[in-house]
C-alpha cells in the first residue's frame, strides 16, 4: 500500500448530512449528535420508523448507563429527520447509499449536483471500490464505518484517489468522533472484514463439529480477544445476508459455514433493527 499524504489540517464540520436510514447511518447520525454536531438525516419515505428506532436504541443505551437521559434528550435535539433526499446546508455529507445502488456512480452523481459545493461528500464504501462509485471527483472522499459503527473505535479512510480537501475534513470529523483512522488503499471489500469473517468461520465450523455449542464458542472468542461484540452476535445483529454481501464483496471464493444460514437475526442484545 502506498504511503498515506499529509493533508492540510482541517476543522470539522458543526453541520453534517447522512444519507440513508439504515443501521449503520441512524448510528452515525446519533454518535455525531452525541459529540456536539448538528445532524440532519436525509431518509426516502416516512422518517417514523426511523426516529423509533434510534430511540429505542438511546433508551437501551442509558439503561445500561452507556449515555445519560439528559445526553439521550440532548442528542435527538440536534438531529433532523428528513424524508426525502434533500439539498442541505452542511460541511460534511456522509453517505451511505452508493454502495447498495445498482448504478453507484449515478448516485454519487445525483449527490454531486445536488449539495452545495462547500460540502465534502464522504462515500461509505462498503464492498465497492472509489473509483467505480465517486471516480475521484475533487469534493469527494471515501470511508468504510464497521458496524456497530457506535462501538467500534476504528474507521477506514481511501489514502489515495482522493481530494486533499476532502480527506481532510473526514479525518477531522474522525477524530471528533473519537475513532482511530486506518488508512487503506482503493480495493473491493473493507480491510477489517477479513479478519472478522475469519473468526465468524472458525466459530460456526466449530459448532458444526458439535466440539461446543456456538454461543459458547462465540463468549470464548469474545472474551479472550476482548470484542465488545462476539463474531456470531454480531452476525445475528446484521443478518446473515449482509455476512454474504461482505464475502461476496472480498472475492476470491471468500465465504464462511453453511451454518450461517440457520442464525436468524436478532438476538438478546440487539437493539438496532432495520438494515445494515
Known amino acids: ?122 462515500v461509505q464504501l462498503g464492498g465497492r471500490s472509489f473509483a467505480e462509485l465517486a471516480g475521484g471527483g475533487d469534493r469527494f472522499a471515501a470511508v468504510r464505518f464497521f458496524p456497530p459503527v457506535w462501538d ?29 483512522v486506518v488508512p487503506v488503499s482503493d480495493v473491493p471489500g473493507a480491510v477489517a472484514l477479513r479478519p472478522y469473517l475469519a473468526l465468524l468461520d472458525a466459530c460456526l465450523e466449530v459448532a458444526a463439529s458439535g466440539a461446543v455449542s456456538l454461543d459458547e464458542a462465540d463468549a470464548a472468542v469474545k472474551e479472550a480477544l476482548r470484542m465488545k461484540v462476539g463474531p456470531v452476535e454480531l452476525a445475528r445483529i446484521i443478518g446473515p445476508d449482509v455476512v454474504k454481501r461482505w464475502c461476496e464483496s472480498l472475492g476470491d471464493g471468500f465465504g464462511v459455514h453453511p451454518l450461517l444460514d440457520e442464525l436468524e437475526r436478532g438476538g438478546k442484545d440487539d437493539e438496532r433493527g432495520g438494515k445494515a
Open 152 to 180: 467500534v473505535k476504528t474507521v477506514e479512510v481511501l489514502s489515495n484517489g482522493v481530494s486533499d480537501a476532502g480527506r481532510g475534513t473526514v479525518l477531522a470529523f474522525a477524530a471528533k468522533l473519537g475513532k482511530r
Open 1 to 122: 500500500m502506498s504511503a498515506a499524504r499529509s493533508v492540510p489540517t482541517s476543522k470539522a464540520p458543526d453541520v453534517i448530512a447522512v444519507v440513508d436510514g439504515g443501521t449503520a447511518a441512524r448510528e452515525l447520525a446519533s454518535l455525531a449528535a452525541l459529540k456536539g454536531m448538528k445532524v440532519h438525516l436525509l431518509c426516502d419515505g416516512d422518517t417514523g420508523p426511523v426516529e423509533e428506532s434510534i430511540r429505542a436504541s438511546l433508551d437501551a443505551k442509558v439503561a445500561r448507563w452507556t449515555i445519560s437521559a439528559a445526553e439521550a434528550k440532548s442528542l435527538l435535539a440536534r438531529i433532523a429527520f428528513h424524508d426525502a433526499v434533500e439539498a442541505v446546508d452542511a460541511g460534511l455529507v456522509v453517505d451511505f447509499r452508493a454502495c447498495t445502488e445498482k448504478d453507484g456512480a449515478a448516485w454519487c452523481a445525483r449527490l454531486d449536483s445536488l449539495f452545495p459545493s462547500s460540502a465534502v461528500i464522504a
